[in-house]
């Protein structure tokens, strides 16, 4: 039993020598349990966030709440240096107060939903979240009214050329590239500070030119916002939807995580 993983997550961890379908009969045959149990192999998320760390060392992981919100998994990723994207009131209540002891700070969160009731957006005010992400007027405007300005920045979400992905985004969040630059004016304007640029190629990306595209978009954006005398943006978001499995990629004919990694 690993003592150290199992204070962390608050659960118990086991080190399983033989399979996990011999443990699994084990634990049934022994009663050692008291109600329904799921059995996790934490190894994966450890060795994901190391691969992570390894081929793009500069880029700091969020990890999507709504993929797995298990608190258990919540802890390991926060006890392994990682941060949070969460997309609603939900998520962002349990990464903050959901997970007992365990602490994360507000900073440690992007709230990534680009189209936000005004009741979560204010939660999330309250909470001090400080960065999310938009891709309308109307969003800046809910922003400047529920008195955002000065105390929550934005990240501009633009559509990409994601037409080779599994699962597409960009027909249902992200605005133009070339109308990013309007929603520039209107963040200044607004008094609404503006951090950076969001984008999303799809899950299953099926061509790993789709983040170099994404990124000349975003690089002509940061270029717009100097035109428009703004501060500097310097935050880059490039989504989600990576590979879990080498496997996974090769048996579809999709780049692995090392090929996007190499391209970004």
């Known amino acids: ?9 608050g659960k118990p961890v086991f080190n399983i020598t033989n399979t996990t379908k011999d443990f699994m009969h084990t634990k049934i045959r022994d009663c050692d349990f008291d109600a ?26 969020f990890y999507a709440v709504k993929c797995n ?9 926060s ?17 903050l107060n ?23 957006l204010e939660f999330a005010l309250n909470s001090r979240v400080g960065l999310t992400v938009i891709d309308g007027e109307d969003e800046l405007l809910k922003m400047a009214k529920l008195g ?5 920045s934005v990240l501009i979400r633009i559509t990409t050329d994601d037409k080779d992905s599994v699962c597409r985004f960009s027909k249902k969040f992200g ?25 999303h190629v799809g899950s299953g990306c099926g061509d790993a030119q789709a983040y170099v595209t994404a990124l000349k978009d975003t690089r002509a954006i940061f270029d717009a916002a100097k035109a428009l005398d703004m501060p500097a943006l310097k935050i880059v978001d490039l989504g989600g939807g990576f590979p879990g499995s080498d496997d996974y990629s090769l048996s579809r004919g999709l780049p692995t995580f090392k090929e996007l990694a190499n391209a970004i």
């Open 1 to 9: 039993m690993n003592v150290r993983l199992s204070q962390i997550i």
């Open 36 to 61: 329904a149990f799921a059995a996790v192999d934490l190894t994966s998320i450890i060795k994901q966030f190391h691969k992570w760390t390894q081929l793009l060392p500069n880029v700091k992981p």
């Open 69 to 77: 919100p298990d608190p258990c998994v919540l802890r390991l990723v």
């Open 79 to 95: 006890a392994l240096g990682g941060n949070f994207d969460c997309a609603t009131q939900g998520e962002i209540d349990l990464v």
């Open 175 to 199: 605005c133009f590239p070339k109308d990013a630059p309007r929603l520039l004016e209107l963040a200044k304007s607004l008094g609404i500070d503006v951090r950076g640029v969001s984008f």
């Open 148 to 152: 955002c300005p000065g105390k929550m």
């Open 98 to 120: 959901g997970l007992g002891d365990f602490c994360v700070a507000p900073n440690q969160i992007v709230y990534a939903n680009p189209q936000k009731m005004d009741k979560h």
